[in-house]
C-alpha cells in the first residue's frame, strides 16, 4: 500500500505520518480536524478492501475493542469508509505516544522480577476484562503492548479477537494460523482454535521473555518454531535463572503447559496468583490486611496409599470341612464302642470296608464336581458359584477380548459343565476388554522418525504419500489415518500423508495489464497480492506499471506478490471548451478530470453558462486541485 500521508480521510482525519505498516492495514498518526486532537488511523489496505470477508473482519475488530473499556485497553473511537478521495476502510484509535514492549525489551534486556511482574499485572488486567466478556484476543505478544509516555500499560490490536459479542473465531482464508508464531498455543498450531486459556500461554511467554530477556524456542523458520511449541516442553525459568523465586517459576510453567486443562483458565485466574506472589515477595504490596504479612501455609492432604491390584497368579478359595474328617471320626468310635464282640469281628470288617470305599467314590477324595458356567461373569460372581461347591479359583491369565467386557470371564478350565475333584480348582482365564493402540503423534516428524514411532506398537505402516502444503516444510508428516490420537485393533494400518513443501507457481507478467485484472487473476492461482497506488505520466489508469516477482518468475503458493497500479496522470490541463458552456455539463467535464468544483453564480440570467475560470483555461493544474467557475 502506498503512503497515503497528507490524506483528508472522512473529510475529518489529516493523516501526519505512517508509524507502521501491517499485512491487513496501515496505521498513521493523524489530527481529527472536528476535536483538534491527535489520534491513530488504521487502514485497510485496498486490496482487502474489495474482500467482503476481510472487510467484515476488520469492523468486527473494532466492534470487540469498543465493547471494552479499560484503562489498559487501547480505545477504539470510530470507523467508517472514506467517502470521499481515495478508497478507504479506516478504524480511529486512541493515539500512545511511546513506545512497545518489543523495543523495551530490545533496549533493557531482561527485567529485574519486581519489575516483570510490574508489567505483567496490567497485561492481565486488561486480559482478564476481555475475558470476562468472553472475548478472547489470540494475538498477546510485546509488540502489541504499548506503553505510554507517562507509563501506562495499554493492550492493542483486538483485530484477532473472538468473543459472543463479535461473533464466529476470525480466521485467515486457507486455514492460515492468526498471531504471531513464537507466542502461539499448541492447540492454536493443532487445531487452530483459542479460548482464553491461549491468550493465557501467550501471557506466560511474555513473561517468560520479560525475565529471561529471550524467547523459550528459537529456529530458522516459523513452522518449526510453531512446532516446537507442540512438541518440546517450555524451559523452567530457574534453569535460566537461579534468583528466580520458585512460586513463580511454577506459574509460569502451568501458563505455558501444553494442556490447557493444566493452565489457569482465565487471565483473572493468573493475575490473583501473580499478585499473591507479589505479596509474599513484598509483604508492604498488601499493607491494608494485616493477616497476609505472614501468608498460612496451607493444609497439606495426606496422600492416600496406593491400594495394589488384587490380580495374583492363585487365588484360593477356602473350602469347607470335608465328609472325610466326619467319617475317620465315625470310625474311631465304632472301634472304640465296647459293643464290638470278637466274633462279629470278620463283619465288621467288612462294613468298615464297604463304607469307607462308599465315602471315596460318593463324597470323598474320589468324588467328582460339576463345574458351573462362569463365563460373562465377574470373579466376584464366580467366587460366588464356585466357592460353595468346596471348589478353589485361581485366574490363570488375563486376556483381550473382542467381545467379552473387561473384568469378565472368558473361560473356565474346565469348562462349564466339566468336573473337577472335591476341593480342586477351577482356573478363570479373565478378559482385558478389546485390544486398542492409540496412534502417536506425527505431524511434524520425518516419515522415517513416524514409522519407527508406530513401529513402538503392534501397527503396520501402510502407504506414504505426497502432497504440497504450505505449512508443513518439505519432507515431515502433515497427518496420518487414521488421525493421531485414535484408538484402533493390533496390525491396523496407518498411512502417512508427506508435505512436499509449498507450491511453486509460474507468475505470468501483468506489466500494461488491468490491475483489477492482476489483482483477480493472481488471487486465485493462491497468491497473497499488494496492491499499490501512485501516478503515472506513461501508464493509463487502473494499469499495473510494476510487479514483484517480476512476470516468468516461480513463486510460492500463497506468496506475496506485489503490484504497483496507476492512478494516471497527476496533472491536467483545463480545457478551453468549458467557456460558455451550461454550468452542469461544465462542471461534470471538470470532475471527470479529477478536479473539484466550486460554482458561483451571478446575475439574473437564468440560462447559466460559464463566464469565468479559476485558474484559466489551459493552465496545467494538479488533479484534486479546486477550480472555480463563475456562471451567469
Partial sequence: MSDLTGELIDGRYQLLRQVANGGMASIYEAIDTRLDRKVAVKIMHPHLAQDEAFVSRFIKEAKAAAALSHPNIVAVQDQGWNQSGIPAVFLVMELIEGHTLREYLNERGRFEVKDAINYLTPILSALAAAHSLGIVHRDIKPENILISKEGRIKIADFG??????????????????????????????????????????????????????????????????????????????????????????????????KNPDERPRTAGEFLDKLQQIQVDLDPRKNQMDLGLDLPVEPI??????????????????????????????????????????????????????????????????????????????????????????????????????????????????????????????????????????????????????????????????????????????????????????????????????????????????????????????????????????EYSETVPELAVISQIPAGGATADKGGKVSILISKGPRYTVIPKTVITMNAKDAQQMLESLGLKVKVVSIGNNKKKVVKKVSPAVNTKVKRGSLVTITVG
Avoid: C
Avoid at 508 to 518: I, N, P, V
Fill in 300 to 533: 497439606k492432604e495426606k496422600p492416600r496409599k496406593k491400594v495394589k491390584e488384587e490380580t495374583p497368579a492363585e487365588i484360593s478359595v477356602p473350602v469347607v470341612e470335608s465328609t472325610k474328617e466326619i467319617r475317620r471320626k465315625e470310625e474311631k468310635k465304632k472301634r472304640a464302642s465296647k459293643r464290638v464282640r470278637r466274633n462279629r469281628k470278620v463283619a465288621l470288617v467288612l462294613a468298615i470296608a464297604l463304607g469307607v470305599g462308599g465315602w471315596w467314590t460318593l463324597v470323598g477324595p474320589g468324588s467328582r464336581v460339576v463345574v458351573p458356567s462362569t463365563v460373562g461373569a465377574t470373579f466376584d460372581e464366580a467366587i460366588s458359584v464356585i466357592s460353595p461347591l468346596g471348589l478353589n479359583a485361581v485366574i490363570l491369565e488375563k486376556r483381550f477380548d473382542e467381545e467379552i467386557p473387561k473384568g469378565k470371564i472368558i473361560e473356565s478350565l474346565p469348562a462349564g459343565g466339566g468336573k473337577v475333584d472335591a476341593g480342586g480348582t477351577v482356573k478363570l482365564v479373565l478378559s482385558k476388554g478389546p485390544e486398542r493402540y492409540e496412534i502417536p503423534m506425527t505431524t511434524g516428524l520425518t516419515p522415517e522418525a513416524a514409522q519407527n514411532a508406530l513401529k513402538k506398537y503392534p501397527l503396520l505402516v501402510g502407504s506414504v504419500n505426497e502432497v504440497y502444503n504450505s505449512k508443513i516444510p518439505k519432507g515431515f508428516v502433515i497427518s496420518s489415518t487414521p488421525e493421531s490420537g485414535t484408538s484402533v485393533k493390533r496390525d491396523t494400518k496407518v498411512d502417512l500423508l508427506v508435505s512436499k513443501g509449498i507450491e511453486q507457481i509460474a507468475l505470468a507478467s501483468y506489466l500494461g495489464k488491468s490491475g483489477e485484472q492482476a489483482l483477480n487473476e493472481l488471487t486465485e492461482a493462491g497468491f497473497s497480492v499488494e496492491a499499490g497506488y
Fill in 160 to 257: 484477532l479477537a473472538r468473543g459472543e459479542l463479535i461473533g464466529s473465531t476470525m480466521t485467515a482464508e486457507s486455514s492460515v494460523i492468526l498471531g504471531s508464531v513464537s507466542y502461539l498455543s499448541p492447540e492454536q498450531v493443532q487445531r487452530g482454535i483459542a479460548d482464553s486459556r491461549s491468550d493465557v500461554y501467550a501471557a506466560g511467554i511474555v513473561a517468560y521473555e520479560m525475565v529471561t530477556g529471550e524467547k523459550p524456542f528459537s529456529a530458522d523458520s516459523p513452522i518449526q518454531i510453531a512446532y516446537m511449541h507442540v512438541n518440546e516442553e517450555i524451559p523452567r525459568l530457574r534453569s535460566k535463572r537461579r534468583d528466580i523465586p520458585k512460586a513463580l517459576d511454577d506459574l509460569i510453567a502451568s501458563s505455558t503447559a
